[in-house]
């Protein structure tokens, strides 16, 4: 914990020392400590406050790993029943910039609690009656209640209740009168889905039974649920059919060749846990580690615990294959942060977060970030983002009897730092995260140079962030910003040719953004014609089709541009690969921000009260960028206006052509008026139910309501 605070500089108590971090964190890793150790493996893996060094992380990680899998593997027969899954705050809304927009802009339903509990209640009712739907209805309440539900709203693992469901299954399907293998066989031809489900229920059965899950442990009704399953071919059941045999459980001889018959007959089904089983089985002979490789492979796939350990093994000794530190160190990673039984740091943080408690929940994800967890530092800095106001916000949030600074000090956060260096630490988390490839946060990192939050303005670094997230990850709003960018001249050369190419990029890769696609193209075209009537910029017409005709060009470059953005080549950049796409790497962008923040930089100069003197001061010395920005808006602001009348006369004409020239019909009028007048009706009972009150303090539109200042400052 003394690293920890070193590391972080939490609460201000110490100053950041990071070398100091991994020499209290060392001497923990002495004392066995898991969390020191998966600190330490990240911190080598990245050369955080340390020389960067493989060897050094995957020794870390390696003993991490080797206690995860030993708790694993010390749990209850057929292995211990893995934590919970870590589950990122933004997949509440859809991800970080929502529903659609997020990650490649694909739009994705997000589960909410009253939809997971709607499904149960609906299923119980049908599961009450008699009939195939029945038996369905109480086949997928058995798997729910026996998985449980890892999302937002978390449903706990109920196993009495799985059990009761799960038997009705197994027993309406495996009655007294299929007493041999061909009454099955031909029962299964007959109703092959009701054989599936029961199939199912019946592995699960002689699971619970053998684990003592929701039944009193009973080795022998696990071999008869167990047998009833694999007579129908269930490839759980022949898996732990196949562990009984070679465990000798419940009075059964030790068979390795019946074993492997029921791990190969489920392995070709591809059930992970037999394909872990079989190449376990190539592993005794060293001709056959490249079987043995596969079959763990085909597990991982799966996100099988067994197989990715015994993969980083694999990797790490070099068992059939030369020694990769890189792919042993990864494994070891996964299965270190995957399997935290001892330590439930996330849950009670997820908890806490659910309670409303949002400082315990940042303290404990920001824990989670400096062990390496990528989902930790994206919520981390998730809570900051939303927790605290940028001044883009406070423009428009702030009155003169609500100061910034009583803003800012509202947040329960203010406990953990200075303004200024929580909106410091929050762009750190997002480059962490997007280093480990999350999408958002790479874009996150792109707004954050390009706003100026948590460090200066930079308008190049912004760009080599969107641009890395816009050709590495497909990400549809780093397109559009891209696009916008190139139209207006920020961070790169002003080009309408290449800005519309990204605006069409941006609308293929997610054709939900069609609306601000289209309006920015609209804009676009407007400028376009404008420039070309006043001889104005309007970029290569080599960069791309625009149309047949082109203004005065600012770059002449035949590759649309790209010439010049080598020559401007931002953080991470590094050249092109032979197809001509410019390679880049993700943590050079991090290392050089993190360079940029060494005491001396001027970053922390001032008064640390103030969380945007830093930048206001930048302004004020006419840094190279804000001056770019203020020579754009002086450039473009006779132009912008002029589209702005042109616009709003358009809208004018077409009113007047639709509502004074088009004949509406009469009784199109007396709907309207007669609407017209329920709208008063309504709003007149509005007034008397609040009794003449106004509006009702709290509800959203009120952006100085309590508690309401955090949405809005995230930008609700």
Known sequence: MVGFFYSTGLGDVVERDEAKAVLYTSFAVLGNSTAAELTLGYKYLHGIGTKKSCEDSVWYYKRAADKAYAMFQNGPPLGRTMPPVKIRLTEANGGAYGAGASGAGTPQDTPHASDIRDFIDFRQYIARQDGADARNAQYQLGIFFYTGNAGVTTIARDYEKAGRYLKKVAEAFFTPKLNTKSAILEAKEQRSAEAREAGDAAALLGKMYWRGEGYEADENKALEWFTKGSAVNNPMALNGLGTMYMRGAAGLK?????????????????????????AHFYMQDPKFYPQARKMFEEAAKHQNFQAIYHLGEIYYHGYGVPKRCEEAARYFKYVAERGDWDNPLFLDSQKAHQAGDIEYAAIGYLQAAERGIEVGQSNFAWILDRELPSSHYLTSLTTPTRTALMAITESALISLGTPSRLLEMALIYWTRSANQGDVDARVKMGDYYFTGIGTEVDFKKATACYQVAAEADKSAIAMWNLGWMHENGVGVTKDFHLAKRWYDMSLSTNPGAVMPVSLSLIKLNARFVWNYITGGETGSSNSGSFWPIGGKSSSTS???????????????????????????????????????????????????????????????????????????????????????????????????????????????????????????????????????????????????????????????
């Open 558 to 716: 035949s590759n649309g541009g790209a010439d010049q953005a080598n020559q401007d080549s931002s953080p991470g950049e590094k050249g092109t690969d032979d197809s001509g796409r410019r390679k880049w790497d993700l943590d050079e962008i991090e290392d050089s921000w993190s360079r940029s923040n060494q005491p001396g930089s001027g970053l922390n100069d001032g008064d640390e009260n103030d969380p945007f003197g830093q930048q206001a001061r930048h302004r004020q010395a006419g840094g190279e960028d804000d001056a770019d920005a203020i020579a754009l808006e002086d450039e473009d602001l006779v132009e912008s206006l002029v589209i702005l009348v042109l616009c709003m006369l358009f809208g004018y004409l077409m009113y007047v052509r639709q509502f004074r020239f088009g004949g509406a019909p009469a009784n199109n009028n007396q709907q309207y008026n007669n609407n017209n007048n329920n709208n008063n009706n309504n709003n007149n009972n509005d007034d008397d139910d609040n009794d003449g009150r106004g509006p009702i303090e709290g509800l959203p539109g009120d952006p100085n309501a309590p508690g309401r200042f955090a949405y809005y400052a995230a930008g609700g």
């Open 254 to 278: 030790v068979d390795p060749l019946k074993a492997h018959e029921c791990f190969k007959k489920a392995a070709d089904m591809d059930y992970p846990d037999a394909q872990v089983n079989m």
